[in-house]
């Protein structure tokens, strides 16, 4: 495969909270050199332990509208109460360099790259094993945030709605055993790298191997 180069695609990962997108998330990245991820906007409030330019860019909300304003926003939704959107530019320099970019965002961010490159688009929906693993997901992680019972139903509504745009993606992982989960995330890029339209200079490549016969 060396001897092509291949056009860099654009790999989303939706879920609603709680059902495993970040590890699995992480362990792609770790898994594969030319994969990077996109840093996304948002002006919710930074959580204990996040990184500023590592998890999230955190702006103010004048921020985000000059970004939306300046055309520097590849998508952008409001999700929670909050916005979130996805820079342009080091999406756009990291496919040019050959590289594959890993998206973490809702459905309707997806819904709006899948207008702008349909083609260049994998989607990748993970659901929970079941309502009770869920729920028992975003209880625990609500220790750490010591959030009301209030949130936590109010969380678990948004994932029932999140839930339900399942049929607009390609693939979808029901992450039951975390590490089966990783593996077939990574058999959905390995597979996705090798589709036909997506090898640039594969005509030359045919007709070389024949022109010696
Ligand atoms: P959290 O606040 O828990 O990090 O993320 C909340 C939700 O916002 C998640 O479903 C996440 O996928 C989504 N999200 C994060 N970044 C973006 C983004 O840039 N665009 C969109 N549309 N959704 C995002």
Redesign the pocket.
């Given at each position: 495969m060396s001897m092509l180069k291949r056009r860099g695609l654009m790999y989303v990962l939706?879920s609603p909270?709680g059902a495993g997108k970040t590890t699995i998330t992480r362990a792609l990245l770790k898994n594969n050199q030319d994969l990077t991820a996109s840093i996304?906007a948002?002006t919710?409030q930074r959580r204990a332990g996040e990184v500023h330019g590592q998890d999230y860019f955190f702006v103010d909300t004048n921020k985000f509208r000059e970004m939306v304003d300046n055309r520097e926003m590849l998508?952008?939704?409001k999700?929670?109460d909050n916005y979130?959107?996805?820079p342009k530019g080091p999406v756009e320099e990291a496919l040019s360099n050959g590289k594959d970019v890993i998206f973490?965002?809702?459905w309707?961010?997806t819904q709006q790259l899948f207008e702008l490159a349909a083609e260049d688009l994998v989607r990748v929906f993970i659901l929970p094993p079941s309502r009770m693993a869920l729920e028992k997901r975003l209880r625990d992680r609500s220790k750490d945030t010591l959030e009301t019972e209030e949130q936590i139903r109010g969380r678990m509504s948004k994932a029932a709605d999140?839930m339900s745009h399942y049929t607009e993606y390609d693939y979808v992982i029901i992450n039951e055993d975390i590490d089966k989960a990783i593996t077939q995330a990574q058999l959905i890029l390995d597979s996705e790298r090798l589709k036909r339209r997506r090898l640039a200079g594969l005509s030359e490549f045919v007709r070389g191997l024949k022109d010696g016969l």
């Open positions: 939706s909270s996304s948002t919710r998508e952008h939704a999700v929670f979130y959107g996805t973490d965002i809702d309707q961010g999140e």
